[in-house]
């Protein structure tokens, strides 16, 4: 009776120890994230879901990782804990110098281009002269392209806003003239209200250089523990492109 007992343990060992050494080898890093609908759902109880939820564990498993989900976390916030190595990993970021100074930024996918956003009864904006006349709002702390970079820097009445709803409203109220953005962001803000329908359009003014094209990055904090993983990140990233998998994410 003892002896099959014991057997019994002993086939349970044999099972278990090599998946339990698996899984201590493998690192586990926080990716710090929020609410960001349509892309990773964080909703108040529960974990986050959605299609950059599903590229991260896919990630995870080529690049013999585990992620951890941080709570919600705001994007500035995020941001100033990748600087001190607080957190690891960040994902859907564009790149600048500041960034890349605290950030290993590895490219994902073309970025889309920005848009310009009027009232659906404001006159068109088709040239860089008729932009000149009018109040362009733009979204501080969000990293522009370069072309809309010069855009920002030579505008002579650029308006600084928190977020596309407050510009949103600035545009109902004949507060501001244009938002520049992008369409994914605009969508999403469009219809999480009702009051926003049917109430704008986009401009045919092209914001972007046609020759230059701009990436999504999944950020890794060169101040992070695991920030030797980067090169295994790389070739999971790599791999995933070369099987055709980025736009089952998401379109960007």
């Known amino acids: 009776?003892?002896?099959?007992?014991?057997?019994?343990?002993?086939?349970?060992?044999?099972?278990?120890?090599?998946?339990?050494?698996l899984q201590a080898e493998q690192p586990e890093l926080e990716w710090c994230l929020d609410d960001y609908p349509n892309r990773h759902n964080y909703p108040a109880q529960g974990s986050p879901y959605g299609p950059t939820v599903d590229f991260m564990q896919?990630?995870?498993?080529?690049?013999?990782?585990?992620i951890r989900y941080s709570p919600s976390i705001p994007f500035a916030r995020c941001l100033r804990l990748m600087e001190q190595g607080k957190t690891d990993l960040m994902v859907r970021l564009k790149t600048d110098a500041e960034r890349e100074r605290f950030m290993f930024m590895l490219p994902l996918q073309e970025s889309p281009p920005e848009i310009l956003v009027i009232h659906t009864d404001s006159p068109d904006i088709k040239n860089t002269s008729e932009l000149k006349r009018l109040?362009?709002?733009f979204i501080r702390g969000y990293t522009y392209q370069g072309n809309t970079i010069n855009i920002i820097a030579n505008h002579p009445r650029s308006i600084i806003i928190d977020s596309i709803d407050v510009g949103l409203q600035m545009l109902l109220k004949g507060r501001g003239d244009a938002i520049v953005t992008t369409e994914e962001y605009i969508n999403r803000q469009i219809q999480s209200k009702s009051e926003y329908r049917d109430q704008f359009k986009l401009a045919s003014l092209p914001l972007h250089d046609a020759e230059q094209n701009f990436f999504i990055y999944l950020a890794l904090s060169k101040a992070s523990p695991h920030a030797h993983l980067k090169e295994r990140l790389e070739q999971a990233i790599a791999s995933m492109i070369a099987d055709d998998l980025m736009d089952l994410y998401g379109d960007n």
Request: no cysteine; net charge positive; aromatic share 6%.
């Open 1 to 21: 009776m003892h002896s099959g007992w014991l057997s019994g343990i002993l086939l349970w060992l044999t099972m278990s120890l090599p998946a339990m050494a």
């Open 58 to 66: 896919e990630l995870a498993k080529r690049a013999s990782i585990r």
């Open 135 to 137: 109040n362009v709002m």
